[in-house]
């Protein structure tokens, strides 16, 4: 069975520190992960996808996530916040079509 | 392209009302889900379907029903409103099922039953 625990329902940040939004997983295979993000009134964005090629992935806009096997995590990090980053970030494990689960979802806001 | 559009963007429905919310993609893919998102409950899968004739029942599909004529047009049908059903609505598309296809959505539909 899959699941998926985004620890922090809420993160804040001060523009230009780090931002770290943390991410467990379970599965029973070899996990396919995924950040999403959402801005106010849109749709979900791909931020970045772990395809076992490299356990550092990197995503747009300076944001990179680091699989941890031995953790089973998968927390999405930034050096430098930036106002433009104040969304909402969804963690994902997928195995099939009917087996996509999503996280609950972190809320990130950016102090100026 | 424009990738996924959802219609309408908003939309107020009385208990017992029906309505179809509309979705369609440009990019040619296969696979085609909705989900419901609540507050602070992720998106949850309500139908989905791996190509034109073939849709399955996703988390929660209950109150709902789709149809998939097209590889383009993937519509959700409410055909008895109720309250439990006001949430935002998502339509989405991906290539495949594997690593390297990530879902597009749409901007979503907004839902009040009242």
């Known amino acids: 069975a899959q699941s998926v625990t985004q620890l922090d329902s809420h993160v804040s940040a001060s523009e230009g520190t780090p931002v770290l939004l943390r991410c467990n997983y379970s599965s029973s295979y070899s996990p396919s992960l995924f950040w999403y993000v959402q801005h106010p009134n849109k749709g979900l964005q791909l931020l970045l996808k772990?395809?076992?090629?490299?356990?550092l992935v990197k995503g747009i806009n300076g944001f990179e996530a680091e699989f941890k096997k031995s953790e089973t995590s998968f927390h999405l990090t930034k050096p430098s916040a930036h106002m433009s980053d104040a969304a909402e970030y969804f963690c994902v494990v997928s195995r099939s079509a009917s087996k996509i689960i999503f996280g609950s979802g972190t809320r990130l806001s950016i102090r100026p | 392209n424009a990738g996924v559009t959802q219609t309408p963007k908003f939309r107020i429905l009385k208990i017992g009302q029906s309505m179809t919310l509309q979705c369609a993609q440009d990019?040619?893919?296969?696979?085609m889900y909705w989900y419901r998102q609540d507050p602070g409950m992720g998106l949850k899968l309500i139908y989905y379907s791996v190509g034109a004739g073939i849709t399955d029942k996703g988390e929660v599909p209950n109150g709902y029903n789709v149809s998939r004529s097209t590889t383009e047009d993937f519509p959700l049908r409410l055909e008895l409103a109720a309250p439990s059903q006001t949430s935002v609505y998502f339509c989405?598309?991906?290539?495949?099922?594997?690593?390297?296809?990530?879902?597009?959505f749409g901007n979503g539909t907004r839902l009040t039953v009242t």
């Open positions: 989405a598309s991906s290539y495949s099922q594997g690593t390297n296809s990530p879902l597009h």
């Open positions: 990019m040619n893919h296969n696979y």
């Open positions: 772990y395809t076992s090629a490299a356990t």
